[in-house]
């Protein structure tokens, strides 16, 4: 979804598929797990997630999100202001 005020995908990673970094210097983010579990990376800070979990991801820092288990994992990326804007 992507629109004026607000930006989203929903990504599936299989095997040690990853995403990132990814940074939005005006953006702030939120990252929910659907399914699966992944191991995330927000600036400095790491943390390993599981389905339903989230973390917030402040303007300006990076994140990465990575595969952490054999089946496949299912994210959900939230971003406001959409990039580029």
């Known amino acids: 979804m992507d629109g004026e005020r607000l930006w989203s995908e929903v990504v599936c ?3 040690s598929q990853g995403v990132g970094p990814l940074r939005g210097e005006r953006s702030d983010g939120l990252v929910v797990i659907l399914s699966g579990e992944v191991a995330a990376q927000v600036g400095r800070g790491r943390a390993r997630m599981k389905q339903w979990e989230a973390i917030a991801v402040p303007a300006g820092e990076e994140l990465t999100v990575r595969n952490a288990s054999d089946d496949p994992a299912v994210v959900l ?7 580029g804007t």
Do not use: E, T
């Open 13 to 15: 990673l299989q095997g």
């Open 77 to 83: 990326l939230v971003v406001a202001p959409p990039p």
